[in-house]
């Protein structure tokens, strides 16, 4: 099949503006995970007679580090200069990163839909990002954007949105829950605050203009929790489980920044392009598979190893498992 009219390269002004905020963009991630290094704070307090170094966390929790000395000085002295570099930077890389989205707007760099950016960063804001892969339809936003080109709509037309949550990182999205004493879908509705849990289908929440996001996770298997709810709140996801889970979760990874049409930006964390091509394959020839978006399945793979074998050539020595640039029945079940 001739591709070529579904795939558009990007024009010079897009391409250096892209650039430009990526940049930006990962050098302002840097600096918030600096930040949260010296989050809390540290002061002096008397106990019984003694000045005594306190350190607090972000949580309030407190402890002593000891009484004053020349170390709890030098420790003292350190962590509040960090403190402030590290605010400062981060502070000033916010600034640089409103900029570059008023940018992108302007040279219409942007293509993925508001909403997924939406989401990315907010689960990105709570922690939780790590956990989950997109996948599906709009992964290719990730794949698109890592090539310079834009696929055509023929390809990327969805209404819903395949998360992939790893299973093997369970205990730590719980702590992460009862720090933020939230559900998942109270975190999805920071993005958009008309989702809800769908009361037939609780691995999907929708929101008001229809768009749905499905909670996928690999077929359970040794320790795997099962059934999965993503919480103890009376409202949320119930994770459903799809045969190409375990295939998608113990592959390669593949990160890269997206960017929506008003400029907005978010890292997008999804599967290797070769795994995304090898899983759709699959998936396309598959009896089981809903007829109508089998060759949906079988155009996504062609693309996708279009982009890889013409865009992509630089990463095609890479020997590591990821790769980082700058219901209604699931897309991978």
Request: glycine share 6%; with cysteine; aromatic share 6%.
């Amino acid at each position: 099949m001739d591709l070529a009219h579904l795939v558009t390269e990007n024009n010079e002004n897009q391409l250096r503006q892209y650039t430009d905020a990526a940049a930006v963009f990962r050098a302002y991630l840097r600096a918030v995970k600096e930040a949260a290094g010296v989050r809390g704070s540290m002061f002096w307090r008397e106990l019984r007679g003694v000045n005594t170094l306190i350190r607090t966390s972000a949580a309030g929790a407190q402890r002593s580090l000891g009484p004053e000395s020349e170390q709890t000085l030098a420790i003292y002295a350190s962590f509040m200069k960090r403190k402030e570099q590290a605010e400062q930077r981060k502070k000033s890389l916010a600034l640089k990163l409103d900029e570059m989205r008023k940018l992108n707007k302007v040279y219409g760099v942007g293509r993925a839909p508001q909403v997924v950016v939406l989401l990315l960063q907010s689960m990105e804001k709570a922690g939780i990002a790590e956990q989950f892969l997109t996948v599906g339809t709009h992964a290719l936003y990730a794949y698109e954007s890592a090539c310079g080109v834009r696929v055509g709509t023929d390809a990327l037309a969805t209404r819903d949105m395949d998360l992939l949550y790893d299973t093997r990182q369970h205990v730590s999205f719980v702590t992460s829950m009862k720090r933020l004493d939230s559900s998942l879908i109270d975190i999805f509705r920071k993005a958009d605050k008309t989702f809800r849990i769908r009361s037939d289908q609780l691995q999907t929440a929708v929101n008001d203009d229809g768009f749905e996001i499905d909670l996928i996770r690999r077929t359970a298997i040794d320790d795997d929790p099962h059934p999965l709810p993503m919480s103890t709140k009376e409202e949320d996801f119930w994770a459903v489980q799809v045969p190409s889970g375990n295939q998608l979760v113990s592959g390669r990874k593949f990160e890269q920044m997206v960017v929506s049409p008003r400029g907005d930006m978010a890292l997008m964390r999804t599967v290797h392009p070769l795994d995304f091509v090898r899983v759709k394959t699959t998936i396309a020839a598959s009896t089981q598979r809903d007829p109508i978006k089998r060759p949906k399945d079988a155009l996504q793979a062609q693309i996708v190893q279009r982009l890889w074998d013409d865009y992509l050539v630089h990463l095609h020595s890479a020997k590591g498992m990821s790769t980082s640039q700058g219901g209604n029945e699931p897309e991978s079940a």
